[in-house]
């Protein structure tokens, strides 16, 4: 059975001048926070580290990763990233891989896996608009049309662009230096913000969720066409969602699926 390491390390806060004031301490309290959230994409690279540390480069080049985002990450918490090998006959490199905070509650939880046979790629990859600027209007419930793509654009991550995350992520491991390093997981899912952030101004909302289906490993340099379309919205407890279906092209080819779930509009 595979052991992967326990893993630690200090939350940071690095969008503190973002556009979503969830991630300070003023509008976060007004939600009834402790203090400015961290995003769930730097969470999301927490609980990455450990993975591609055994794995190296095949843990970023073909598979499936499901994070749900269950309790909030507030600045310095010490977080403890656990990872459970579970045994699979259609699955290798098949992990539960969970964040704790100083208490011991459980903040995130990341399903990890290599199927034998990844899902077929879904219809909606083909849905295209072509580039053209948008006007962003604040996001509201009948601001949503569903099934209708958003214009494509073109992201050519640099290796500088690359670094300046992995350093954020203070992540040791080399497979992501130099002109043709791999992108790393936290860049990559901050592109899927990205994408919403594009089509509408959202003053505070928060990342609950994504899975991603990766079915070939993204490299700085290369030119990515990222394609956009609102695919569900939903109220809960107040709370009115929205979930983005994502899919990242390069070589003609899809290299990445993504449905990105978010809470638009928090209960007050």
């Not at 690095?14 to 300070?24: F, K, L, T, W, Y």
């Amino acid at each position: 059975m595979t052991t992967i390491p326990n893993f630690q390390i200090l939350a940071l806060n690095d969008a503190q001048s973002s556009e979503n004031r969830i991630h300070s301490d003023e509008i976060a309290a007004k939600y009834g926070f402790a203090g400015a959230l961290v995003s769930g994409v730097n969470v999301f690279g927490y609980l990455s580290q450990p993975l591609v540390q055994y794995y190296k480069k095949d843990w970023l080049s073909r598979g499936i990763m499901e994070i749900a985002f269950i309790k909030p990450a507030y600045e310095n918490n010490l977080l403890t990233i656990e990872t459970e090998d579970l045994n699979s006959e259609s699955s290798q490199r098949n992990h539960h891989t969970f964040a704790y905070n100083e208490d011991n509650v459980l903040i995130a939880k990341l399903e990890s896996s290599l199927p034998d046979q990844l899902p077929p790629i879904n219809v909606k990859a083909q849905l295209r608009r072509n580039p053209e600027e948008l006007k962003r209007n604040e996001i509201s419930w009948d601001a949503i049309t569903l099934n209708e793509p958003t214009p494509a654009y073109l992201w050519q991550p640099t290796a500088s662009d690359n670094m300046e995350n992995v350093t954020i992520q203070r992540d040791q491991s080399n497979i992501y230096n130099g002109e043709s390093g791999l992108l790393h997981p936290f860049f990559i899912l901050n592109a899927c913000n990205k994408a919403l952030m594009r089509q509408f101004l959202l003053p505070a909302w928060i990342h609950t969720g994504s899975r991603l289906t990766l079915r070939k490993s993204l490299r700085v340099g290369q030119s990515i066409e990222v394609r956009a379309v609102p695919t569900e919205k939903w109220k809960r407890k107040g709370h009115q969602f929205i979930k983005l279906y994502i899919s990242m092209w390069t070589d003609n080819e899809v290299a990445l699926e993504v449905e990105h779930t978010a809470i638009f509009s928090i209960a007050a």
